[in-house]
């Protein structure tokens, strides 16, 4: 029976200890210095919101944990020691192992802007970091955020839930125009500025000013600006966390460097989820993804490899989805901001400005590469099959309605794209077939199978 120690309670470390448990009666400890047990870190917004209690955001219940024999640690560790395979707490005990897996998450990036650990700035990962906004933002007139990401976005819904003004620092031309294609980039600056957001494009953050308490009471901009606030969100990326690996003797750079099989340069220490940095990506994928269903999927095969079953890591088809405001953004294959050599799109947008569908695919072939999606649920089976079966685009317009999420309860638009393929070929003009929604979706699976 081997002594499994996993570091962090996250999505990643979670995953692990539970498929270890399903294939084994190896001893597993969980170690956290976070919260007792795992939650939903995506329903954190939602706790400031009132829309959730922190109980509600735990998928399992508090027996699961014993009932299951998952031994679990509130400790902060403190140092590892890959030589004698110890790890030490802040207190100074410390546990042996046989086999450790590294699932520690990220942080928020601090860039080093003068004021920028004054009380009232903070970013937002943690559940601390949830704690800490819920007091800093008390009686606040003006919230200033720097940085236009998806935690960003996050947070300003949060402050205008409570009517609290929020100014938004975003360096970029446009939001994310670095990763959205210009039409999606521009739905959500409008989208932002819909909402009563002050939005700054092409401004970036030189300085945080304190008042007399040592709080912060202004944002400074690279322009000479001074923004008055009483909060301030980094909401600038974040980054793995693995400052307590240092002397460790397992190789760090940005992430725990990590093979294929997710294994360290240490034996027997594995690492999965946001703290992870692949040695050999994947074509078309990044060293480092803090998402979580990737997190999800490295603890499953760390999992598989621990109890016997030597298992590669392999991410499959890209996928992301997350909410600006009001408007559902899903992303399935290869969609860049800037089409590369050899492919095409077809982008749809809705009358309202806050619903479109993209498409990209392969000129020579038209072979499908990619979906966009604002505003529009498609159904992620389906996607992904298409993507991996290589089909067409005639095809996937054809039997777009298939794709569609609960048709009976929301507007569809496949017609609309299909007229404006055929506007653009109308030498071979393609037909959306009758048969629809779930009935079709069905067959698709079954022609697939």
């Known amino acids: 029976m081997k002594r499994i120690v996993i570091i962090g309670n996250g999505i990643a470390g979670i995953t692990a ?134 935690i960003g976005i996050e947070m300003a819904e949060m402050l205008l839930s409570r009517q609290i003004p929020v100014t938004f620092l975003v360096r970029e031309a446009s939001w994310m125009d670095f990763a959205f294609p210009a039409e999606e980039s521009a739905m959500i600056d409008r989208h932002v500025v819909s909402h ?129 405001i009001d408007i559902e953004y899903q992303v399935y294959g290869d969609i860049k901001a800037k089409l590369g050599e050899g492919e095409k799109s077809l982008y749809w947008e809705h009358s309202s400005g806050e619903k479109s569908l993209r498409i990209h695919y392969m000129e020579a072939d038209q072979r499908v590469i990619g979906f966009n999606l604002m505003g529009i649920r498609y159904r992620h089976e389906l996607c992904h099959q298409w993507l991996e079966e290589g089909r067409t685009l005639p095809f996937i317009l054809e039997n777009l309605g298939a794709a569609n999420f609960d048709p009976e309860f929301y507007a569809q638009y496949e017609r609309e794209l299909i007229q404006l393929y055929n506007d653009q070929h109308p030498n071979l003009p393609l037909r959306l077939k009758r048969r629809r929604g779930l009935k079709q979706f069905l067959s698709l699976r079954r022609a697939s199978a």
């Open 196 to 324: 009563g957001i002050d939005l700054r494009l092409s401004t970036e953050l030189d300085r945080i000013e304190a008042d007399e308490r040592g709080r912060v009471r202004a944002a400074v901009t690279k322009d000479g600006e001074e923004i008055p606030c009483q909060f301030l969100g980094l909401t600038v990326g974040v980054s793995p966390n693995v400052d307590f690996l240092q002397d460790s003797g397992i190789e760090c750079q940005r992430g725990v460097m990590a093979d294929d099989m997710l294994l360290t340069s240490a034996p027997d220490v594995y690492a999965a989820g946001d703290c992870v940095q692949l040695r050999s990506p994947k074509p078309g994928r990044r060293p480092i993804e803090p998402l979580w269903y990737t997190g999800r999927m490295m603890g499953e095969t760390i999992a598989r490899t621990v109890c016997g079953e030597p298992t590669t890591y392999d991410p499959g088809i890209w996928f992301n989805s997350a909410k600006f």
């Open 17 to 150: 200890a539970r498929h270890i448990r399903k294939r084994s009666d190896d001893e597993i400890t969980v170690i956290s210095a976070e919260s007792d047990h795992f939650f939903s870190r995506t329903a954190l917004m939602y706790i400031y919101m009132g829309h959730m209690a922190f109980e509600n955001t735990k998928p399992y219940e508090d027996f699961f944990w014993e009932k299951n024999r998952i031994q679990l640690m509130r400790e902060w560790v403190s140092r590892v020691d890959t030589e004698n395979k110890r790890l030490f707490f802040a207190g100074g005990r410390h546990l042996e192992y046989d086999v450790l897996i590294i699932a520690s998450g990220s942080k928020s990036n601090k860039f080093g802007w003068p004021g920028q650990d004054l009380a009232g700035v903070q970013g937002l990962y943690s559940l601390q970091d949830l704690e800490l906004m819920e007091t800093h933002t008390r009686k606040v007139e003006r919230a200033v955020i720097v940085g236009g990401g998806l």
